[in-house]
């Protein structure tokens, strides 16, 4: 038979994001809703290899198939890539911006946030730093204690070993 051993209390899960959630809503960079998220799934875009690449390979074709005679909708001044090039700035330099301040703004809210954390972990250190010192005095106070005890236990048992040894020569004189 084994005896029963008390069950352990399950460990609390810490949420380690707690600081962050009073932030949750500056998360999609513009909303929630469905334009929203394709504005920002764009504004993504425009900073990858692949849209660099399949820009690149437009631009060229357009340019060959122009320059070869294979077509003639846009001929050598490029007028309507420049055009293209014009409308796609004015779409993405504000979405851009727009990413931009809302990063900023969930940047902000995470220092902020990380402010707390660290505020909260120096109050609970300056606590534990107090409780430990307070620890250490009583500690000293029961070690004073028991040193005085200690003492006067000593004192004690020299004045009973006093007292018993004349008890001893009272008694061992009037026999």
Do not use: C
């Not at 029963?4 to 399950?10: G, L, W």
């Not at 504000?94 to 946030?113: C, G, M, V, Y």
């Not at 250190?125 to 500690?139: G, I, P, V």
């Amino acid at each position: 038979m084994t005896p029963d051993k008390p069950e352990a209390a399950p460990a609390s899960k810490v949420d380690h994001l707690r600081f962050h959630r009073a932030h949750a809503h500056l998360g999609p960079t513009f909303g929630n809703d469905t334009f929203a998220l394709k504005a920002e799934a764009f504004a993504r875009f425009f900073g990858t290899p692949t849209f660099l690449g399949a820009q690149t390979a437009i631009v060229i074709l357009w340019v060959v198939l122009n320059m070869t005679g294979v077509t003639h909708f846009d001929v050598y001044p490029f007028i309507l890539l420049n055009l293209a090039f014009s409308l796609q700035s004015a779409y993405a330099a504000p979405l851009i911006l727009l990413a931009q301040t809302r990063q900023a703004a969930r940047d902000k809210a995470q220092s902020d946030a990380d402010a707390q954390h660290r505020e909260a972990l120096a109050v609970a250190n300056t606590e534990r730093q107090a409780q430990a010192a307070q620890t250490t005095r009583q500690l000293m106070d029961l070690l004073e204690q028991n040193t005085r005890l200690t003492e006067m236990t000593k004192q004690l048992t020299e004045r009973i070993e006093g007292l018993t040894s004349e008890m001893h020569e009272h008694f061992v004189r009037k026999t």
